[in-house]
């Protein structure tokens, strides 16, 4: 079982930095994927970035790359979310999510190989 809990969200204007983070609770195992998705009102959930919990390697939604990294410390059980240049466009609820997919990273922006999701963390960017 895992838990995760995410904090760091809030109203910032238009050029800001944001990090997020997500605790961990529970064993992620060597297979264990960190994904983050964000939903804005009345749009679908979206792939954001990923990481894998042994290896390091991420991943990145399209266009997103360049803006936010995606990064963890294995030692406190965190991920976290580096958001710059933040935009109104990237107002959304940001969720840290758990998978233990492996090396299959094609599906890496897929919600349904999540099976763990935290509460979700609120950010509002502001013109």
């Known amino acids: 079982q895992v838990q995760l809990v995410e904090s760091g969200g809030g109203l910032v204007q238009a050029g800001a930095s944001l990090r997020l983070s997500c605790v961990v609770s529970?064993?992620?195992?060597?297979?264990?994927?960190l994904g983050w998705f964000r939903q804005a009102p009345g749009k679908e959930r979206e792939f954001v970035a990923a990481i894998s919990w042994s290896r390091s390697a991420t991943y990145y939604g399209d266009s997103l790359k360049g803006r936010f990294t995606i990064s963890k410390d294995n030692a406190k059980n965190t991920g976290y979310l580096q958001m710059n240049s933040l935009n109104p466009e990237d107002t959304a609820v940001y969720y840290c999510?758990?998978?233990?997919?492996?090396?299959?990273?094609?599906?890496?922006?897929?919600?349904?190989?999540?099976?763990?999701w935290g509460q979700g963390t609120q950010v509002t960017v502001s013109s």
């Open positions: 529970g064993r992620m195992g060597p297979s264990g994927v």
């Open positions: 999510a758990a998978s233990s997919i492996g090396d299959i990273t094609r599906l890496y922006r897929t919600t349904s190989i999540y099976h763990y």
